[in-house]
């Protein structure tokens, strides 16, 4: 039953505010025919833990941060994996870090966090997507 | 906020100025925005007055000659409006529904009409003894696409909410979409659905907020556009203008670029303008579209017997709703487009209770549009709509990666 229902949950880190991309992202995923819980803007990874609790055949955990402050906002991910919450791959983009130039740095951090996937481009989400439904974990890059 | 109130009335001389509230204050955290103000103003993204007090706030409205706004995106302002007042300024933005949906994620609507309506009370008692405060409606909502029938008819519900509790002084504030036809029409809408919805008593004034969706980066392109704006408010009508800056792609603008955000504007008011014209049949037939359209959004609800019951159900079903909310407590299930000209339509109402006729325009109105019905190309259409004038830049075609650093 579960193989068939490719269900994703979709939300803005905790202290971000931006709507549209959000709403943007939901259209496209639900267009190409995922199943998304969208949890909207300024959600604790502990909201996103509560909602994969809820949706357990989740396949993703689908976070965008557009204003900068991904790393601050996505601080508890090692300590939730540690106690065996959002067991699922974390895929997360938009704006990662504040200025304009993004480091390298700045994107290892967010992997020693524990973020599974990082993306550069929302139009590449479904395919990675696709990806994690298949039986071994592709490389989004 | 005093020396940039200074300069910026000794710079461009506007006909009234605003201060603009800090987040941690709109949330009513004031005990953070005081201990921030404390440590840290510099990470203030707004003037924290409730933090300062009303002795401050009175010295601040004092020093310029004149009048002060407050803007800021509260769903519950109540200590903010008591501070305001205290500090003597008597004009005021926002609404239980246009502070709530664009700025919480998860305040019930119940919850944020009921604290405005306690705003408008109070404003009520002071219309009695004398004082009038300016209410305005901040009709810009979510400020990307938003077509001019939603912005008006949130507007209008607010301000016979406003009216009742006895609000005489109602400022209804449009958003520029970018389609001179279609905002000149909007405007014209406000005297128009005053007359039609709210009492004599009430003094009614139409405010064009220039365009607030994605800005162009190049200055040039970002000056025009702010020409566009004031050109637009002035053909429409508007008694007010809030200005934009050709710093708004990259942030919170300094000074500079607001006292030029002022001037082009008032440039754009110039009497050596007078030669721009518009096609003023296509603006009546667009603003009987509005007219209509937003009479079939309020009428249901007015006819109710508890407004903002009536208000809260229509969220909850469908029948009120906005494009690309913040709020859970809103739908966002109505899809804007643009035409083939710029203006604002409704690529999909949603459930909103629009009539046949009213519907079949919509649909008449995108024919020759690239729209996809049935694909994944609707998003990237809406992505280009919202990139409208950020595409007429010198970097042409915004990838998307950028549209969302960018769209808020």
Redesign the interface.
């Known amino acids: 039953m579960t193989t068939e229902t490719r269900s994703v949950i979709l939300g803005v880190a905790a202290s971000d505010?931006?709507?549209?991309?959000n709403?943007?992202i939901a259209?496209?995923l639900r267009?190409?025919g995922f199943a998304v819980e969208n949890l909207?803007?300024?959600t604790p990874l502990e909201e996103f833990a509560e909602a994969l609790e809820r949706s357990p055949h989740s396949i993703a955990i689908v976070i965008?941060s557009?204003n900068g402050h991904a790393y601050e906002d996505l601080r508890s991910l090692p300590q939730l994996r540690a106690e065996g919450r959002l067991d699922r791959p974390v895929i997360l983009?938009?704006?990662l870090s504040v200025g304009s130039r993004k480091s390298n740095e700045s994107l290892e951090l967010l992997r020693g966090l524990g973020v599974d996937v990082i993306l550069?481009?929302?139009?590449k989400l479904p395919f990675v997507l696709d990806s994690l439904c298949r039986p071994q974990l592709v490389d989004a890059q | 906020m005093k020396s940039l109130l200074l300069e910026l009335e000794s710079r461009a001389a506007p006909d009234l100025l605003t201060v603009t509230i800090d987040s941690h204050t709109r949330l009513k955290h004031f005990a953070t925005a005081e201990a921030t103000l404390a440590r840290n103003p510099g990470h203030l993204n707004g003037y924290p007055l409730v933090a300062h007090g009303w002795g401050r706030g009175r010295e601040l409205n004092e020093s310029v000659k004149v009048p002060l706004e407050v803007r800021h995106g509260s769903p519950d302002a109540r200590e903010l409006l008591a501070v305001s007042l205290a500090s003597g300024i008597a004009s005021f933005e926002g609404g239980g529904i246009s502070y709530n949906l664009?700025?919480a994620?998860d305040v019930p609507l119940q919850e944020s009409l009921e604290a405005w309506r306690q705003v408008d009370s109070l404003c009520g008692v002071f219309a009695e003894h004398g004082v009038i405060v300016d209410r305005e409606m901040f009709g810009t909502l979510?400020a990307?696409l938003v077509p001019p029938s939603i912005s008006l008819a949130i507007s209008v519900l607010e301000a016979v909410l406003a009216a009742r509790e006895g609000v005489r002084c109602v400022s209804i504030a449009y958003p520029q979409g970018g389609e001179a036809l279609q905002d000149i029409a909007a405007l014209h809408s406000i005297p128009l659905l005053a007359e039609r919805y709210l009492p004599e008593s009430v003094e009614t004034f139409s405010v064009l907020h220039q365009y607030m969706g994605v800005f162009p980066k190049g200055r040039s392109v970002a000056d025009a556009l702010i020409l566009y704006g004031g050109l637009v408010g002035r053909i429409g009508g508007a008694a007010k203008i809030i200005t934009k800056t050709n710093h708004e792609a990259y942030g919170i603008p300094d000074t500079r670029a607001n006292v030029e955000g002022m001037r082009v504007t008032e440039a754009a008011c110039s009497s050596f303008l007078d030669f721009v014209q518009v096609d003023q049949e296509r603006v009546a037939l667009e603003r009987d579209w509005i007219l209509c359209e937003v009479a079939e959004l309020v009428e249901p609800l007015l006819a109710c017997d508890d407004l903002v019951a009536a208000i809260c159900r229509a969220f909850a079903n469908g029948s009120l709703d906005v494009?690309?909310?913040?709020s859970?407590h809103a739908r966002?299930a109505v899809i804007p487009a643009r035409d083939t000209r710029g203006a604002i339509r409704y690529r999909d109402c949603g459930s909103l209770p629009f009539s046949e006729a009213t519907r079949k325009r919509q649909a008449q109105s995108l024919s020759g549009t690239n729209s996809d019905p049935d694909?994944?190309k609707?998003?990237e259409s809406?992505?280009a709509d919202?990139n409208y004038f950020a595409a007429h830049d010198v970097s042409k075609g915004e990838?998307?990666?950028q549209?969302?650093?960018e769209?808020?």
């Open positions: 505010a931006h709507a549209v991309a709403h943007l259209g496209r267009y190409a909207g803007v300024c965008g557009l983009g938009g704006n550069d481009d929302p139009d | 664009p700025y994620k979510t990307v494009p690309f909310s913040a859970r966002s694909g994944l609707v998003i809406i992505t919202i990838p998307l990666p549209l969302l650093q769209a808020s």
